[in-house]
């Protein structure tokens, strides 16, 4: 196992790429066949289809958290709840909306974790970090979110965006960025803003084995991530 602990290049928040033994890869892709006709439209703006997890994984998840606890300060801090998906995104980019397109974050605490686990190699992208140039804003919080919202979808509405963001535009930096690869893990606070990274040319699959398949987690804490 590989761990890199590392901090964004704008507001030093922290960030974990983990690489995990090939074996893992095999048993959470053979996985995601079990729960086939549990493929389901996901409920937010990810732009593909989500399925649930073996009960297995939520131990697993729990197995890797001590091996970063004091890189994201979480000392004996206790998780209040943890939900993990299978995920595959399948949107090409000329069905995207206007707010696929640009960086989103997925809640306003400062308790909450973010994993990407990659089960697709770096053909399809990765996933990046991202910081608000108007705004100067990084990580999302209730003294923020409104003045966020407002002028983001100003500007996601007004430009002329294409596709998946990918680098640097007018209106977002990239801070961090984690390469797509089998059995790695990207793990970031859940409010700064993050997109998964396509590029234009990648052929995007429905089917498990060729598709960009991930298993996405989402873990809130009883205390703040620094």
């Known amino acids: 196992m590989n761990i890199q602990l590392e901090r964004t290049k704008v507001k030093k928040n922290p960030y974990a790429i983990i690489d995990l033994p090939n074996e893992d890869y095999e048993l959470w892709q053979k996985s995601a066949s079990f729960y086939k006709g549990d493929w389901i439209k996901a409920l937010n703006y990810y732009p593909g289809i989500w399925s649930r997890v073996t009960p297995q994984y939520f131990a697993f998840i729990e197995s890797i958290l001590p091996k ?22 399948q949107t090409p980019i000329e069905k995207l909306s206007k707010l696929q397109k640009i960086p989103h974050y997925d809640g306003i605490k400062n308790n909450q974790l973010a994993i990407v686990h990659y089960l697709c190699g770096e053909e399809f992208g990765g996933t990046g970090l991202f910081s608000h ?28 965006l294409r596709g998946y963001i990918d680098k640097d535009n007018e209106y977002y930096e990239l801070i961090a ?38 298993i996405t987690s989402f873990i809130s804490f009883d ?4």
Not at 194 to 200: E, G, K, Q, R, T
Not at 223 to 226: A, G, S, V
């Open 177 to 214: 960025y984690c390469k797509a690869k089998p059995s790695r893990l990207f793990i970031y606070p859940g409010n700064v803003l993050h997109s998964a990274i396509i590029p234009p040319q990648c052929k995007l699959d429905n089917e498990i084995a060729k598709g960009r398949l991930t």
């Open 68 to 89: 970063i606890a004091s890189h994201f300060n979480l000392g004996d801090s206790r998780i209040e709840s943890l939900n993990s998906n299978y995920a595959i995104a």
């Open 133 to 160: 140039k108007k705004t100067n804003i990084e990580r999302v919080n209730s003294k923020t979110e409104k003045n966020f919202i407002q002028t983001a979808k100003e500007e996601a509405f007004q430009s002329n």
């Open 223 to 226: 205390n703040d991530i620094t």
